[in-house]
């Protein structure tokens, strides 16, 4: 170097004058002084063109400059003007990889580690390139011989760990990675890839950690925030979750991982619209993608768009959606009504995988859980679906023997969780009896699953009873505010609360929930991995409020992951489940012999079993509230605000009979969240009814205030027949809001009236069905008699609210049933 230099200078400068002006750009380089660092820089090269050492500094600060293109021409001339210099070599190699001519890098790294071979930094960053070139073998050579060199440094152990992962060696990259932290435990790369390969094996929980540090160390790491996020929303923590993915998208608009992971998240938690606006420039780039089709396809249903959700899941077959969209297409056929279409789509998979001697255990699965609960059309005796309808229900013993799912029979739970709740075979003629047999259906199809279960005789270690309360509708409606007075009326000095939440929407009845509890567990989506984690609580009592709500809840129920499990407050139907050992009910709820309606031993509780709160007074006058809703005064309005799903064929003629005997009455009906309800109940109740459907309204009610306000506004209430809501008696008696019923035998008939009883007021209980209809009659068109069982009910609902008697014997019946062997237990009385 030194002769070329004085070749280069002749006789015009001397050598100390090159170094003098090189020292300086040097000294203002490392100062950070870049700009000055420049000048110099210029100043050499015009006075030394040729000269390595300035071109070289050149190049680098042209790097710390940003302009990448400069200083890869800078090296690259530099490299030319002194081909032995590995230090120049391997900095040229390194302007290039920044404007992406990689495979011109690798050369130049191959000619750094010629000048040098002994250099591991050499080999661990031509490795690198090579893995950015997807020359995956090429990387793992270089990386081992930069561990030949160097074992001890933990940022090679890092970068082969990521090699490894790339090449498919899961567990030798998890051995790397744990050597490089051991090492040091500060390189966020490395905890990110750990924490990567625990969520891919499903090991959520012991994912998290590496990710917090990662991120702690890193905050804006897109990829730790991406995996963190995917490891929040997988454990149900969803609002950290959105948290962790807008924060990457906001970064990087364009991350498709952290932008599929935020749409399925959104779709999780029924937010449509938002998963919709995550999925389009997914689809736009990705249009035959079908697992962005199926998801497109959940997200337009949510909303309401079913026709569009249709085309979706159809389009998701055609580009090899497989098995999962042609369940999901008959899923949403039958949400419609079109169990036909519905039908023939789940027969023509079963036809295809028998001819292709595949296994059609999820369709067949799928046809009883869609239409088992439903009775179809009898007379069709020779068709497939009615004789295992039949077999399901009136033979549970005869529930195909030869049905036995084994290794690939196995239905992901994941997959299952997406079924209809069986809840709704509870309004059908014989409905306790399919609701046993589903119950027996699902439990065969869940055994032999990996999950840790319980002995229904494992005792109790000493200290407070450790009781666990599962529910999905841990949210702002009739079983979640049934949930709240329960966790208020449980004695903490006795009892150790445990709440366990399925992953669902939070609102603020789930805080009030949670502020009474011990622990709060959010379950992940996995509901293996949900069993795993209820098992290992140690619990000792389980209660399921409302298993048969929906598919997650039923899952879970169907195992023995405590050594009691009970039901009951929110559905008063059986679970039809043999691992439920008990369902507590209010004494007058069920009548007598209502034990048969249960796979479960009945328990009978004094008093209502609800603890409930009165409602929020409405302060707006009747005119107003009039006003409010559209209603006009010079005739009767009649409300029935319960679901459409629960307005059985059988009420309809109720109904149609109180408007045409009231010639210019109306009826309010809440709108349904899916118009599909709408538009079947509307098409069935046309056609039967054409002369007064067209005095029937839907109206929409957002939150609870709103339901209290449209109670306020009409003249009488009405409740279906077949299904007594939770919490609806309790608001319109605390009201003073006429509420007419008709108690059957049933507990899910009889709630109501249990109320009338407790404050001594009948005049709104029919006793048959004409009897519902003129009581509903005489309280809308006589309004002095309105008026007077109004101020009757106002006078005496107090009565109804804060009872903690059924509770007493609720902790009672439990510490009985904990404190001695289990089949010493009281015997289905309180």
């Known amino acids: 170097m030194v002769d070329q230099i004085r070749f280069l200078l002749g006789n015009r400068y001397s050598l100390s004058d090159f170094a003098d002006i090189y020292r300086s750009a040097l000294n203002l380089y490392e100062a950070g002084r870049y700009a000055e660092a420049e000048e110099s820089c210029q100043r050499m090269i015009r006075s030394f063109p040729q000269a390595a050492e300035a071109m070289h500094l050149a190049g680098l600060v042209a790097m710390r400059h940003g302009n990448q293109t400069l200083a890869a021409e800078r090296m690259g001339r530099a490299a030319i003007a002194d081909a032995n210099s590995a230090e120049i070599q391997h900095d040229h190699a390194q302007a290039l990889k920044a404007v992406g001519k990689l495979r011109d890098a690798v050369g130049a790294f191959k000619r750094a580690i010629r000048l040098c071979p002994d250099a591991p930094a050499l080999y661990c960053n031509i490795a690198n390139t090579y893995r950015q070139l997807d020359e995956l073998d090429a990387a793992r050579e270089n990386y081992e011989s930069a561990l030949e060199l160097a074992p001890d440094v933990a940022e090679i152990h890092a970068n082969y760990a990521a090699c490894q992962y790339a090449m498919g060696d899961i567990d030798g990259a998890e051995r790397s990675c744990l050597t490089a932290l051991k090492m040091r435990d500060d390189i966020v790369n490395a905890l990110v890839l750990i924490g990567q390969i625990r969520l891919d094996q499903g090991r959520t929980v012991s994912a998290s950690e590496p990710l917090r540090r990662a991120l702690s160390l890193e905050p804006g790491n897109p990829r730790a925030l991406t995996a963190y996020g995917d490891a929040l929303f997988r454990l149900g923590q969803f609002a950290g979750a959105q948290h962790c993915l807008r924060q990457v998208l906001a970064l990087d608009p364009d991350d498709a991982k952290a932008r599929r992971t935020l749409a399925l998240l959104n779709l999780r938690v029924g937010q449509g619209l938002e998963a919709i606006g995550a999925l389009e420039p997914l689809l736009a780039h990705n249009p035959e993608d079908p697992q962005l089709l199926l998801m497109m396809g959940e997200a337009l249903s949510l909303v309401g768009r079913h026709g569009e959700a249709v085309e979706r899941f159809g389009a998701a077959i055609g580009a090899g959606g497989g098995d999962d969209a042609v369940f999901r297409l008959a899923v949403e056929l039958a949400e419609e009504g079109d169990t036909a279409s519905a039908q023939s789509v789940l027969q023509n998979g079963i036809d295809r995988k028998i001819a292709a001697g595949e296994n059609t255990a999820l369709f067949r699965t799928a046809r009883r859980l869609l239409f088992a609960p439903v009775p179809t059309d009898l007379a069709a005796q020779n068709d497939e679906v009615v004789r295992d309808l039949l077999d399901d229900t009136l033979d549970e ?64 270690t000493a200290g407070k009873t450790r009781i666990g309360i599962v529910s999905a509708n841990m949210c702002d409606n009739g079983i979640g505010r049934w949930i709240v007075g329960l966790a208020e009326a449980v004695d903490r000095d006795r009892f150790d609360v445990t709440i366990i939440r399925p992953p669902t929407g939070e609102d603020d009845i789930t805080a009030r929930i949670d502020e009474h509890a011990d622990l709060v567990v959010p379950l992940p989506l996995d509901p293996l991995h949900s069993a795993r984690v209820i098992s290992g609580l140690g619990l000792d ?290």
């Open 397 to 460: 013993d005869a529930l195909e023997p030869d049905l036995e799912f084994v290794g690939s029979d196995r239905i992901d739970p994941i997959v299952l969780t997406r079924f209809p709740p069986v809840w709704r075979a509870a309004l059908r003629p014989e409905g306790d009896k399919q609701l046993r047999a589903v119950g027996h259906y699902w439990e065969r199809l869940v055994s032999g699953y990996d999950v840790p279960e319980i002995s229904a005789s494992a005792t109790r």
């Open 541 to 830: 009592v389980l209660h399921y409020v409302d298993p048969q709500a929906d598919a997650y809840t039923m899952l879970l129920a169907s195992w023995r992951l405590a050594p009691l499990q009970i039901s009951g407050g929110g559905i008063a139907a059986t679970s039809g489940l043999s691992n439920i050992d008990y369902h507590l009910i209010a004494e007058d709820w069920e009548t007598a012999g209502g034990e048969k309606r249960f796979s479960e031993k009945l328990v009978r509780l004094p008093g209502l079993f609800v603890n409930a709160t009165p409602p929020e007074p409405v302060e707006m006058s009747t005119t107003d509230l009039q006003r409010r809703w559209r209603l006009a005064q010079d005739r009767n309005t009649y409300l029935c605000p319960q679901p459409l799903d629960v307005l059985t064929a059988e009420f309809d003629p109720l109904i149609a009979e109180i408007l045409r005997l009231d010639e210019t009455a109306e009826l309010l009906l809440i709108a349904p969240e899916r118009d599909s309800w709408d538009a079947a109940w509307g098409r069935r109740f046309a056609v039967n009814h054409a002369d007064v459907a067209g005095r029937m309204r839907f109206v929409n009610v957002r939150n609870r205030a709103d339901l209290l306000s449209l109670l306020c506004a009409v003249d009488v209430v009405l409740e279906s027949p077949a299904w007594n809501d939770a919490m609806l008696a309790f608001d319109c008696l605390g009201l003073g809001v006429p509420l007419v019923t008709l108690p059957g035998n049933a507990a899910r008939s009889r709630r109501s009236h249990t109320c009338y009883r407790q404050i001594s007021v009948f005049d709104c209980v029919a006793y048959h069905s004409a009897d519902f209809v003129d009581t509903a009659l005489t309280l809308a068109t006589d309004k002095r008699r309105r008026s007077v069982v109004s101020h009757a009910i106002k006078s005496r609902s107090h009565i109804l609210f804060g009872q903690k008697s059924s509770f007493d014997a609720y902790m009672q019946f439990l510490d009985s049933c904990t404190s001695v062997p289990q089949g010493a237990a009281l015997q289905g009385q309180v």
